[in-house]
């Protein structure tokens, strides 16, 4: 099959060239071509979706997986152009079109969501804005849009925290890098639950989706597990020794500790009224061929970008070794 990947140089849309390539198919990705490479094997037609017309020169395709971040004019443009032309449409939304961010076991059929946002924005714009309400409301009319045009021809997934190769988010892989350098580790005392998706088994299901005609909205996230059993299985597969050091939620927000991510943060940490961000069903996905690697696979892709970016490293996200010190002092 001829596979356009709207984008298609960095983590998500990368991934998928990259699965899609390694099954036979002919990758083209359509960008910028100024944030990373396309894979050995695809090829890159440079284009600017801001301008009206940049997409108006691309040729058929069976299939089109769409990863805009935060622009409806793109995805609309897009679908202007493409949409009556192929067979099966992807559109990579998020987990933060959800309105109810506290409740676990919610699902694609149960969840409310944000109002839909028809706008586009940049990243500074999420933090002037207030953050996720803006990302999820753009993302909600971007899914609309998409289902409008395809019907049963789009395969709309929302995916929660992303791990994997090209990870450029630190959240995930702070905490195979914090054990791998071993000693007294902050941990937070959360009964609480948190889930991720590893980025090859969510390109595995988008190219499965668009080889077997799989539409509908799907959750892209896998089981959900308790937080402590978590970072301790986490630990087990890294293999250095450590100790683990809990501290509660009023502890950990006392010593200006942020949650999830971010600067001084720990990652994966959410409070109570965001339980549910990290708590999906993921049944649904499951059962339409979701398939999630074992946490040991997961760990070591991780770990082996952590490694190779450097454990000391300035982070993205959570505690610098300097920062985790004085929180550890305090308690």
Known sequence: MRLLVLGGTVFVGRAVAVEA?????EVVCAARGESGT?????RLIK????????LASLPDFDAVVDVAPMSFPWVQRALAVL????????????????????????????????DPLPRHATRDDLTAE??????GGIKVASENAVRAALGERAFVVRPGLITGPGDGSDRFGYWPGRFA??????VPASDRLAQYIDVRDLAAWIVTAFETGLGGTFDGIGPAADLGKLLADIAAAVGTDVEFVPATDTQLETAGVAPWSG??????????????LASHDPAPSLAAGLDVRPLADAVAGALARERNLGL???RRSGLSAAEEAEVLAGL
């Open 38 to 42: 396309v894979p050995d094997g695809a």
């Open 263 to 276: 600067p001084r943060s720990l990652p994966l940490w959410l409070p109570p009224t965001y339980a549910g």
């Open 181 to 186: 350098r071993g000693g007294r580790v902050l």
């Open 83 to 114: 949409a009556d032309r192929v067979a099966h449409w992807t559109f990579v939304s998020t987990i933060n079109v959800y309105a109810d961010e506290a409740t676990p076991g919610q699902t694609p059929a149960t969840g409310p969501l944000v």
């Open 47 to 54: 284009v600017d979706r801001d301008d009206p017309d940049g």
């Open 312 to 314: 000391d490293r300035d």
């Open 130 to 135: 207030g953050g996720t309400g803006l990302y």
């Open 21 to 25: 390539l390694r099954r036979g198919h």
